[in-house]
């Protein structure tokens, strides 16, 4: 089970834009990966082309490149601080049956994400 899913608010801890929050826009599992809205922000040109309507595309664009997975934490909702994840299994009753269920802590406050 993933510690980091996509929706998830991240602070950066390492690299070039240490300290940024952001939401993440993707998570890449096969490279350890993810994409954080706001954060490593790289220029990509794009080649020039038309569109069916007959207008110009290309040029340099700004978009967000990946970022790896150790380098954020996930944000506590209510200290607004990075913390470690954890996961706990909770005994859940539905129709008549109980059922195991893995669930995301936050370690230092010890509250549900």
Do not use: C, Y
């Not at 080649?47 to 700004?62: C, D, L, P, V, Y």
């Not at 506590?76 to 539905?94: M, W």
């Amino acid at each position: 089970m993933a510690k980091i899913k996509k929706g998830d608010q991240v602070i950066v801890i390492a690299g070039r834009d240490k300290g940024k929050t952001g939401r993440v826009l993707e998570v890449l599992k096969d490279s350890d990966r993810i994409v954080v809205e706001g954060v490593q922000r790289v220029t990509k040109h794009v080649k020039a082309g038309q569109t069916a309507r007959g207008t110009r595309t290309g040029g340099i664009e700004t978009v967000e490149a990946s970022i790896h997975v150790s380098n954020v934490m996930v944000v506590d909702p209510e200290t607004k601080k990075g913390t470690r994840v954890g996961f706990r299994t909770e005994q859940v009753e539905r129709d008549g049956r109980t059922r195991t269920v893995r669930v995301r802590v936050a370690k230092r406050s010890g509250k549900d994400i």
